[in-house]
């Protein structure tokens, strides 16, 4: 990833913050962008103290706001040079069944769940033309393949539609030596998994054949794997990375 340029939102904590981070070890820089700034700059801070200095730069960014977008491509232009690569990470989850979800609650998780990514390929796409070509990874989920079971209605909905933004956008600009790819994570150790009640996620665990939930790194491994060149004609698809979740 030497001299490759890099956002990741959602990148103060959790996946994003082990996205960002395995991206700077393999030589990339990196803008980490979140709407947690405290997370944010403490992240930065932490990579900067870890030997990544001059190669990291945090900044608020609100992934459904075309203004921030904007804002961030051009301090990551100004800071690295222009972009090469993009994590569409930001996501918030939604429990809610068809039913019980509101029209407020629904829009809210379309709105960062799918908009975002789509907003953020929107605002990056023309710094990979600078660039010569770029590639990214939008953040679906196995419920962007299979029902969870529980609801997660607007959630579904919007992890599933994330897949056929990816192919739309694949087909779209692979002329361009853009590459555009999407994963689904299974069950991961982060933040936001720490809130689950116990029986939610110990239900969740026996229908993981390896049985346990994914260290962070161990999902961002595969997202490096899609930004790097040895997945150079690797576009339009999806990498499940799920424990086994989906394969039974
Ligand atoms: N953790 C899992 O088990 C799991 C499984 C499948 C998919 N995913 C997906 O992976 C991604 C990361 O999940 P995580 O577990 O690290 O979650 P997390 O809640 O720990 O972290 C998500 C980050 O996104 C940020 N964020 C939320 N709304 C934002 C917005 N509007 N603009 C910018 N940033 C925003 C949050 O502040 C937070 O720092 C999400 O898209 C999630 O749906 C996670």
Not at 151 to 164: I, P, R
Not at 174 to 188: D, K, L, M, S, T
């Amino acid at each position: 990833m030497n001299g490759k340029v890099a956002i990741v939102t959602g990148g103060a904590q959790g996946l994003g913050a082990a996205e960002a981070e395995i991206l700077l070890d393999h030589g990339a820089s990196v803008v980490a962008c979140d709407i947690r700034d405290d997370e944010g700059e403490a992240f930065a801070a932490a990579m900067e103290a870890a030997g990544h200095g001059g190669r990291i730069a945090y900044q608020r960014l609100d992934v459904t706001s075309a203004d921030d977008w904007a804002r961030v491509v051009a301090f990551a232009e100004r800071r690295f040079g222009p972009l090469t690569s993009l994590v569409n990470n930001a996501g918030i989850p939604g429990r809610a069944g068809v039913e019980n979800t509101t029209e407020e609650g629904w829009q809210r998780t379309i709105d960062v769940d799918l908009k975002g990514s789509w907003l953020g390929m929107k605002a990056c796409i023309p710094s990979f033309r600078r660039a010569g070509g770029g590639a990214v990874v939008n953040t679906s989920s196995t419920y962007g393949l299979v029902a969870s079971g529980h609801g997660s209605t607007a959630y579904s909905a919007a992890k599933g539609a994330v897949v056929m933004l990816t192919k739309a956008a694949a087909a779209e600009y692979a002329r361009e030596n853009i590459r555009v790819n999407c994963i689904h994570p299974g069950v991961v150790d982060t933040p936001r998994n720490q809130t689950l009640p116990p029986d939610w996620l110990e239900g969740l665990l026996r229908k993981t054949p390896l049985g346990r939930m994914a260290a962070p790194r161990e999902i961002a491994s595969a997202v490096l794997f899609l930004l790097s060149n040895e997945a150079s004609y690797v576009t339009g698809t999806s990498l499940v990375v799920d424990g086994g979740y989906t394969a039974i």
